[in-house]
């Protein structure tokens, strides 16, 4: 494939496409040849999306190494573009790549800067979902406390729960109501 053959849009457009039908190989090199032609042509925002787009096809085949690499570049294009809501999601990607690595330490830092950052923009939704991801993390760390703690953050920030989320809520409040008197404090 060459770049007279794919403009950026159509490779990936293209890319997108075989991502969906899980032909991970052919969506990174289209994704790839996408980013390649945005650099060329000078956006450096769309190249960016790129190198995302390729940390999570990476992810998919577990070339762990190849991931970080792509989700680290897009995460300091974005950050030096001041394009806080992409760099939060590429945040978030990395953070997940980070945890199924075992990497966890550096995955924790990436979700809370994820969370930090979704607070700045008033992202209630993302920022549950990201402490949800961070609660599910600790809990298959052993951090049991820690991950009950997270998640009721997680619920907390959630601006519509359903029905089980409202009762969990409610249980917690319990639970903090009868700690706060318990004698053992």
């Known amino acids: 494939m060459s770049d007279e053959i ?3 849009q159509t490779a990936e457009a293209e890319g997108q496409s075989l991502f969906a039908q899980e032909e991970y190989q052919e969506a990174a090199e289209r994704f790839a040849l996408a980013q390649h032609a945005y650099v060329k042509a000078g956006n450096g925002l769309k190249a960016a999306e790129m190198l995302n787009n390729l940390g999570v096809v990476y992810r998919r085949v577990r070339k762990h190494k190849e991931a970080a690499n792509a989700l680290e570049e897009a995460r300091q294009i974005f950050s030096g573009l001041g394009d806080q809501p992409r760099e939060a999601q590429v945040l978030g990607n990395l953070g997940g790549l980070y945890s199924k690595m075992k990497r966890y330490d550096e995955a924790e830092a990436c ?3 994820t969370v930090d950052l979704f607070q700045k923009l008033d992202d209630r939704v993302q920022q549950s979902e990201t402490l949800r991801a961070m609660a599910i993390m600790q809990f298959k760390r052993g951090q049991r406390s820690k991950a009950l703690a997270t998640y009721e ?3 907390y920030f959630l601006p519509n729960p359903n029905f089980l989320q409202r009762l969990t809520r ?3 409040k319990i639970r903090n109501m ?3 008197w318990s004698p053992f404090r």
């Open 6 to 8: 794919f403009d950026p």
């Open 111 to 113: 979700f809370q800067d």
């Open 153 to 155: 953050d997680a619920l």
């Open 170 to 172: 409610f249980l917690l």
């Open 178 to 180: 009868i700690l706060r």
